[in-house]
């Protein structure tokens, strides 16, 4: 079967949905979005049901509105306040330590916490000193040696682990001093989600306010994309420019369907398109596949415990300090005072994230295995008698092909130039998506703005005023 319209969106996350919304705010309402998965939007915001057996709802994906209380609102902000969504406010400080050994004593931990913080600020202050003077990009280990932070002991990696990896998912050694140190952000505060309807009902909300509810003409689920014709195969992708050679667009999904568009705005992750999965033809120009293969997709994964009794600290955090850094690191409680009314009375939910490698690495294992391991950090910090989760659940971003990672980090040496060529269109086939927003790729509110703002792009150029897009090709 073949689909026509002015436009085709790929992918119904918050940039795909907030690319339509804006085409339709400038009047163009001939278009439909197209989803891999089969009965659910919002990408990656994510939530299920769970502690099994319980009316609990845990986010699997994106769980904080970043960035509240600033100057200027955050629009997710403003899409929650739409919606009601029930969230809590987060206290990084309310914090404790363990190690191997149990409790670590504030007296010990504290200190190293406020060094790394000022060091930390210095780096970003250097950071945009060093952007402006037109020096070349370095790591942020870089950075941070310069500026005397070595950490060697468990208790600094942990604290370092917190600082930055808990946010970027990836180690300061390959991240951009110049595009990471200091990530942009609406405001100083965050906001958990703790909406029953998950995170997500932002986004279905706003989809069917656009005409794109579950079962409407305009959104197709189940159609996972594996080929995109986006001009005439001359055999060279020279193509270079905004103007395509052809004026359409063909999409092909597995299931057989074909679609035909004069636009299309792909929001697929940036693993999505660093993978085999769908093919462009013509092969996508040089420019473009370098900068799509130099940046980094990251993955954050929180690995959800429901234990038969609460046995942890009162704190919203414990960070459990390993001689292996980022070991079963950072832990959660849903039982902390701000929480715990959200949570179902009959779990005792605790949950640690871990990310990069050792994310990767857990996704290969059974549940059971990394279960095992848990126990055993658990055992040893909180005593032989700690009792056994009686449920674990570990999502799987890095494996899912509709994803294939969680986030979008800035590796080091990366120009601004590679990342206008990650958001440049090829012919009449567009880029959004978190990975596309240069201020706050990474997050949700990245992925909406990219959306929005290349949404009214190609309306721009359906009425003829198509904006020009910088596009190097002699990135080197
Ligand atoms: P996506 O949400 O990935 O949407 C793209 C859509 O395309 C998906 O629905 C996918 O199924 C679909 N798709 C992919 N391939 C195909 C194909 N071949 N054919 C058809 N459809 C396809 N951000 C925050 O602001 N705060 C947080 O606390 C936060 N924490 C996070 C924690 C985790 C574990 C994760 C995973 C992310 C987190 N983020 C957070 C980041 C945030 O979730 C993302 O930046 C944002 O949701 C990305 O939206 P998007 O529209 O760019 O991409």
Not at 221 to 240: E, F, M
Not at 404 to 423: A, D, K, M, S, Y
Request: charged share 20%; proline share 6%; net charge neutral.
């Amino acid at each position: 079967k073949t689909h026509k319209s002015k436009v085709l969106i790929i992918g119904a996350g918050a940039s795909g949905i907030a690319a339509a919304k804006a085409l339709a705010a400038k009047g163009i309402t001939d278009y439909i979005v197209i989803e891999g998965r089969k009965d659910v939007i919002g990408g990656r915001m994510h939530n299920i049901n769970w502690p099994p057996g319980t009316n609990g709802t845990v986010e699997l994906g994106a769980n904080w509105v970043e960035g509240v209380n600033g100057p200027t609102i955050n629009p997710i902000t403003e899409l929650a306040n739409k919606y009601n969504l029930v969230r809590t406010p987060t206290n990084w400080d309310d914090i404790s330590v363990r190690d191997a050994r149990g409790a670590v004593a504030e007296k010990v931990w504290g200190p190293i916490a406020e060094k790394f913080d000022a060091m930390h600020e210095e780096a970003a202050e250097m950071a945009a000193q060093r952007v402006q003077d037109g020096l070349q990009d370095m790591s942020l280990r870089a950075a941070y040696r310069m500026l005397g932070w070595n950490p060697t002991t468990p208790v600094e990696m942990a604290i370092e682990w917190n600082g930055f990896d808990a946010e970027q998912a990836e180690r300061p050694d390959v991240s951009s001093h110049a595009y990471t140190a200091d990530m942009h952000s609406f405001g100083p505060d965050y906001d958990f989600v703790v909406d029953k309807r998950g995170f997500k009902t932002i986004i279905e909300q706003e989809a069917n306010a656009g005409g794109l509810g579950y079962g409407s003409q305009r959104l197709h689920l189940g159609k996972v994309v594996n080929s995109i014709q986006w001009a005439k195969d001359t055999g060279s992708s020279k193509a270079t420019t905004n103007v395509s050679p052809t004026p359409q667009v063909t999409v092909k999904t597995k299931d057989g369907t074909t679609y035909v568009a004069d636009y299309v705005i792909s929001s697929t992750s940036l693993g999505v398109l660093q993978s085999p999965d769908i093919k462009f033809t013509p092969a996508l120009p040089p420019w473009k596949i370098q900068s799509i293969f130099e940046f980094n997709i990251a993955t954050y994964t929180k690995i959800f415990l429901n234990f038969p009794k609460k046995f942890w600290s009162d704190t919203e955090f414990t960070l459990y300090a390993d001689s292996k850094r980022g070991y079963f690191g950072y832990w959660q409680n849903t039982k902390a005072k701000p929480y715990k009314k959200f949570f179902p009375d009959n779990s005792n939910i605790f949950f640690v994230t871990v990310t990069d490698l050792e994310a990767k690495r857990i996704e290969q294992q059974s549940d059971e295995a990394t279960l095992d391991e848990i126990m055993v950090v658990l055992r040893k910090t909180y005593g032989p008698n700690t009792p056994r989760a009686t449920h674990i659940h570990v999502p799987r971003w890095h494996s899912d092909p509709l994803f294939r990672g969680t986030f979008t980090n800035w590796p080091i040496g990366q120009v601004r130039q590679e990342f206008e060529n990650l958001r440049a269109p090829v012919g009449n086939l567009w880029f959004t998506g978190e990975h596309t927003s240069l201020k706050y790729f990474g997050y949700v509110h990245g992925a909406w703005l990219a959306g929005l703002d290349i949404g009214g792009s190609v309306a721009q150029c359906i009425k003829g005023k198509c904006p020009s897009m910088p596009i190097h090709t002699t990135v080197k």
